[in-house]
């Protein structure tokens, strides 16, 4: 044991962390165990620039989410010792050595991480590492940060980096490919799952890897990888057009009603009986009645047809509307959407698609409506300019049948820091 001041002491050094060495260490004062990240820094300048730093991290974190909680700093002979909130588990390594997740495991730990940096996106920048050095696993799967305060080396979006640390997990490696192809390679041969499901979960993840989808996406897709076949199949069965078909009404008789109705309670009296047979000449009336207005109207019918039988029939149109869909919202960044429709002409003729990408929401609007397309947009947050189009779907000059549906995005700007 090295103690750094009257109150704190190293026990044993559990790997570096970008510029620094992360210990286990232990409170004397308050007997207990504690992170210290020990960094070596030059001049007062740096020293009080990195203070900042800290302070900043300090008010974020907190004891209940993935982030540790900076508890104290200790500064003296050229270093800086932060002291952090300890959580019983084991780092990245030690974890999938001693405890390799499966698919399952590995999507819930993605998930929840995933969720909770949802959620801290409305009160803090998310500009940090990542990298398995920087991850401390909880005895209960909870993936941990360590270090919220340096930022990573590489400035990639944090789905990117959700998406690293999925493949990781999974490969039980911190090698992380630097080309597409063997990154998804890598992972496809870590996944035991149908064909189907790999391919699905390979695509979702190389296109979060590749900044392709957002962080909400990403981690809606994890969401449903957890839900039980039987509630998506109710889902779907919901979501299709049911089909019924009803049988033609059965006609039964007056007469054979009160027959059955006879047979049944087959009272002695005369009188009943002379109820009764009253009540079946009745009907017996009303069928002939009946069946004589069928009579006329048959005859009325084939003589009309007679008729008409030189005049071609007017042909039958039928007009099919395509349905629309609601893509699925999202947690944070799809907060309006709206859908406007353009009924489709008969003829239904070829148009492209415009370019609305870079235009205006009002603009990119008009230009849908002119060419005939139905269209609907979503507000997601975007490095773009609020109120610009960012992304469409179909592509510019995609040939389409007039009346089709096309989408848009817009963008809300920028995460506020």
Do not use: C
Not at 352 to 372: Q, W, Y
């Amino acid at each position: 044991m090295k103690p750094i001041s009257n109150r704190y002491e190293l026990k044993q050094l559990l790997g570096p962390i970008h510029d620094g060495q992360l210990y286990e260490g232990k409170d004397l004062s308050l007997q207990r165990s504690v992170f210290i990240y020990e960094v070596q820094l030059q001049g007062e300048s740096a020293v009080q620039q990195y203070i900042g730093r800290l302070g900043s991290a300090a008010q974020q974190g907190a004891t209940d989410s993935p982030f540790l909680h900076v508890l104290d700093i200790e500064v003296g002979s050229g270093y800086i010792h932060v002291v952090i909130s300890y959580k019983p588990g084991s780092s990245f390594r030690q974890f999938v050595r001693n405890h390799p997740p499966s698919f399952k495991e590995t999507t819930v730990m993605i998930s929840a991480l995933g969720q909770a940096l949802l959620d801290a996106a409305e009160e803090r920048h998310l500009n940090f590492s990542l990298d398995p050095g920087n991850i401390w696993i909880t005895e209960d799967g909870t993936i941990n940060v360590i270090n919220t305060w340096d930022r990573p080396e590489q400035p990639n979006k944090i789905s990117k980096r959700l998406s690293q640390l999925f493949v990781q997990l999974m490969t039980r490696s911190d090698y992380v490919p630097a080309d597409a192809e063997t990154f998804s390679t890598n992972l496809l041969r870590a996944l035991e799952l149908p064909t189907k499901k790999k391919e699905e979960v390979v695509a979702a993840v190389t296109d979060a890897w590749k900044e392709r989808i957002t962080l909400v996406s990403f981690v809606q897709f994890t969401q449903s990888l957890l839900q039980p076949k039987s509630s998506v199949a109710a889902r779907e069965e919901r979501a299709a057009p049911v089909q019924t078909w009803s049988a033609p009404p059965q006609i039964e008789e007056e007469p054979a009603a009160y027959m059955e109705e006879e047979r049944e309670s087959r009272p002695p009296s005369r009188a009943r009986w002379f109820k009764i047979g009253k009540k079946v000449w009745l009907g017996i009336s009303f069928s002939a009645v009946g069946l004589a207005v069928f009579a006329g109207a048959f005859v009325l019918l084939v003589e009309t047809m007679n008729r008409d039988r030189s005049k071609p029939a007017d042909p039958v149109i039928v007009e099919h509307r395509p349905q629309t869909t609601t893509p699925q919202k999202t947690a944070e960044e799809t907060n309006k959407q709206k859908t406007v429709s353009v009924p489709p002409s008969e003829s239904q003729p070829i148009v492209g698609v415009p370019t609305l990408t870079g235009l205006p929401k009002e603009a990119a609007e008009k230009m849908a409506l002119e060419t005939g397309l139905r269209y609907t947009y979503y507000l997601e947050v975007n490095s773009q300019p609020a109120g610009t189009v960012f992304k469409q779907e179909p592509t510019p000059n995609e040939q389409v049948e007039k009346g089709s549906h096309v989408t848009f995005w817009i963008s809300k700007g920028p995460v506020q820091q």
